[in-house]
């Protein structure tokens, strides 16, 4: 599913997000080490190499909300920027900080020049944001911040099961007034 807004495109996949080819960045959900683990940051390092944690440790401890940005090595992309999520219930204000991670990630993404970027949905795996309300934050996010943007032109939600799509689909359906 894609929509369109101050001609940007915002596309909803079901994917792996270290497989995206025509992204020239891919958005990590990081641990605030920067130091690999599961789920997106676990892909994401395994498929990278070893260069990804030299490269991006020194950059840590980061903050929720916060983004840093590295090389991608190995992944068929330019740049990794790497966000950490709150961890719902525990960090607050949740959806202020979420959407940090969306904002902080767009504006390295412009200071790179980067036309394309891929998200993860952040936060909904093991730090246990609801996939509907991180959907709605993400999207809102996006769109709003989508009239500051001069190199980003396409942005992609790449999601992991057919769950997290339909979640998502229905987010953009209300807040773009999108249809399929």
Request: a neutral charge.
């Amino acid at each position: 599913m894609k929509t369109q807004i101050n001609n940007i495109v915002i596309e909803l996949t079901r994917g792996d997000i270290a497989a995206q080819k025509d992204a020239d960045a891919v958005v990590n959900a990081a641990n605030a080490q920067l130091s690999g683990g599961g789920g997106v940051d676990g892909a994401l390092h395994r498929a990278a190499g070893p260069e990804l944690k030299k490269a991006s440790q020194p950059l840590g401890p980061i903050k929720p909300g916060e983004a840093v940005i590295t090389e991608a090595f190995n992944l068929p992309n330019r740049f990794v920027v790497h966000c950490l999520g709150p961890v719902y219930g525990q960090d607050k204000p949740e959806n202020e900080l979420l959407s940090n991670c969306y904002k902080n990630a767009l504006k390295l993404a412009e200071e790179k020049e980067i036309e394309k970027i891929a998200f993860p949905s952040i936060s909904t795996g093991a730090f246990g944001y609801p996939m509907d309300k991180a959907a709605k934050v993400a999207l809102t996010t996006l769109k709003e911040e989508s009239n500051r943007l001069k190199s980003v032109r396409f942005i992609r939600m790449v999601l992991w099961g057919e769950e997290a799509l339909a979640v998502y689909k229905e987010a953009m359906k209300s807040i773009f007034k999108a249809t399929e």
